[in-house]
């Protein structure tokens, strides 16, 4: 099965970290976490979690997504923040609710501003050649 690389640019816990890759693990195939390292000691560089892989990866939430997205267009007329918010709730949407909230806890742990990316693997991954990765515990 194709797993989803995670890698984060700031240390998270062990705890904080473990918890993390168990709530993305519920949905998704989820190898071991890298950290990245950047040549850059820019104070304006946020810091950044990126989970990314290839479209096999993705699949097993389509169903889940496909619901949301199905759901959501049905009531685009509605869409308050109440009923998006109930929407998230429902249970077709939930590996695409838990992977939110599962991205959204580590990032607050990390610190303000840190950005959250998640796509495919295409060509290069979304930072490109430009950082170099550690595996975990290296």
């Known amino acids: 099965m194709a797993e989803l690389s995670l890698v984060i640019s700031e240390r998270l ?8 890759l168990a709530e993305l693990r519920v949905h998704l195939a989820v190898g071991e976490p890298r950290y990245l390292l950047r040549k850059s000691a820019d104070p304006t560089l946020v810091p950044l979690i ?7 990866a993705w699949l097993p939430l389509t169903p889940a997504a ?9 009531h685009a007329a509605d869409a308050t923040r109440n009923w998006v918010a109930r929407s998230w709730r429902r249970e077709e ?9 599962a991205l959204a806890k580590a990032a607050e742990c990390m610190g303000p ?11 290069d991954g979304p930072l490109g050649d430009d950082d170099h990765y550690q595996e975990r515990g290296a």
């Not at 990126?50 to 096999?56: D, K, Q, T, Y």
């Not at 496909?66 to 049905?74: I, M, V, W």
């Not at 501003?113 to 060509?123: C, E, R, S």
């Open 93 to 101: 949407a939930k590996p695409v609710s838990d992977l939110a909230t």
């Open 113 to 123: 501003n840190t950005a959250v990316v998640i796509g495919l693997d295409v060509p």
């Open 66 to 74: 496909t619901a949301y997205l199905a759901t959501l267009g049905k």
């Open 13 to 20: 816990s062990d705890a904080e970290l473990e918890t993390l």
């Open 50 to 56: 990126e989970l990314v892989g290839s479209v096999g």
